[in-house]
């Protein structure tokens, strides 16, 4: 049960018709970093971003599991003439920029500040084709600017981009 991508919790339920011993793999992907998994209430020790964590127990009706993903702002740094530019990934979902969101010009987006803490942002009700994820993200100078998620951008026919110009980016 989850809302996951737009959420970062997964609760299990193990529900054998007869207790059994089996193996439940989980996969935790490279971007989640810091990846907390329960079983039945306890922490699971050993999970590690970019593995797949074995429980192997004797499965009884009841079993309850829960992951919580690490959802931080991570970076994938522009090249070449993209230098100063970055795209932005909040857990796996892709962010871009779509004018629906903020009245701004997209070849004039303001440099964000990523020391700052994204923050989710209401969608608001009369939006159509509604996003899957808005995030709202500190400009340099003050200010902020609201992101969504990929696959909603340009969903009304309009020009987005997810390239964004970004404050003191680490060299590739």
């Known amino acids: ?30 971007w989640s970093e810091r990846t907390m998994v329960r079983l039945n209430g306890a922490p699971v020790d050993g999970v590690k971003s970019g593995t797949y964590p074995t429980l192997d127990r004797e499965w009884k009706r009841g079993g ?3 992951i919580v ?5 991570w970076i994938w740094p522009g090249e070449r003439q993209l230098a100063s530019r970055a795209s932005l990934y909040r857990g796996p979902i892709l962010l ?18 990523l020391s700052g803490e994204p923050n989710l942002v209401e969608t608001p009700k009369d939006t159509s084709p509604k996003p899957i994820l808005l ?8 200010g902020s600017l609201t992101l969504c998620d990929f696959a909603s951008a340009g969903a009304a026919g309009n020009r987005y981009v997810s390239w964004l110009p970004v404050k003191e980016l680490a060299p590739v």
Do not use: C
Request: aromatic letters at 8%.
């Open 64 to 66: 309850e599991g829960e």
């Open 69 to 73: 993903m690490d959802f931080s702002l």
């Open 96 to 113: 871009a920029y779509d004018p629906r969101f903020d009245a701004l010009n997209p070849d004039e987006l303001p440099v964000l500040d």
């Open 135 to 142: 995030v709202g993200l500190p400009a340099q100078g003050g």
């Open 1 to 30: 049960q989850t809302d996951y991508p737009a959420g970062n919790r997964i609760h299990l339920s193990v529900n054998p018709k007869k207790a059994s011993r089996f193996e439940l793999k989980l996969r935790i992907p490279g």
